[in-house]
């Protein structure tokens, strides 16, 4: 980086160029630009919903794409992903005040017996990323732990992480359940995890299989789109 791009003021920044350096700051993952961006886009009058999709949610898709493509790779993703959060801690308080539009809202977690959350953290960041509303779980959900927050409050999405050949199988006991209570078909299923493939997903009866992040914000959007166009034209 020259000495020039080194003193950027991001306050002197006309609004068109502050949301572009916030891409470039996005994509570097430099949390503390991108906490002043937001404030300084705030102060001169942004509504918050627009901030998170014209500065943050517009620069994180440009990190999902090049993730997507090979061009990025999981620790500057985390890196961007942080920053992303670092924006979205002031933003939140503020969007809910505003009854801002979300895209979609999505329950995600690693199932039981299964302990690994790194594909399911990146998931969850780059979900919010691309302003979906997520409650992560955690690792090592039994079956009443999904359904406890299903049944909590209005979702749209749920998400099940796996990394074990021997954990995976117990995808299928969730979505069983949710078929025996009759709440299958109110939830769009998104799975992924290394051992899992569309043959798999298509098994135990999900509605996609998700091999990364990007691929699963991709997926997510293309469910939601659906569900809103299901009115007849």
Request: hydrophobic share 45%; with cysteine; net charge negative.
């Amino acid at each position: 980086m020259s000495e020039e791009e080194d003193d950027i003021v991001l306050a002197e920044l006309d609004d068109e160029e502050l949301t572009l350096q916030m891409h470039d700051d996005l994509y570097d993952g430099l949390s503390e630009e991108i906490e002043e961006g937001v404030n300084i886009l705030l102060e001169r009058g942004w509504e918050p919903y627009e901030v998170l999709t014209r500065a943050l949610v517009a620069g994180m898709k440009v990190v999902g794409d090049d993730f997507r493509d090979g061009i990025l790779f999981v620790p500057e993703v985390l890196l961007a992903a942080n920053a992303m959060k670092a924006g979205m801690a002031i933003l939140k308080p503020l969007l809910a005040e505003t009854g801002a539009p979300r895209v979609g809202r999505m329950v995600i977690g690693t199932v039981k017996g299964d302990i690994h959350d790194i594909g399911k953290n990146l998931v969850t960041m780059m979900m919010e990323g691309a302003g979906f509303e997520v409650t992560d779980l955690g690792i090592n959900n039994p079956v009443e732990n999904y359904l406890g927050a299903l049944e909590s409050d209005d979702y749209d999405i749920l998400g099940m992480s796996a990394l074990l050949t021997t954990t995976m199988p117990y995808m299928k006991v969730v979505i069983d359940t949710m078929v025996e209570k009759g709440i299958r078909n109110d939830y769009t299923v998104l799975v992924g995890g290394a051992p899992l493939n569309e043959e798999f997903a298509k098994a135990i009866g999900a509605d996609a299989y998700c091999r990364d992040a990007a691929v699963a914000v991709e997926t997510a959007k293309e469910f939601m789109q659906r569900k809103h166009n299901q009115m007849p034209a």
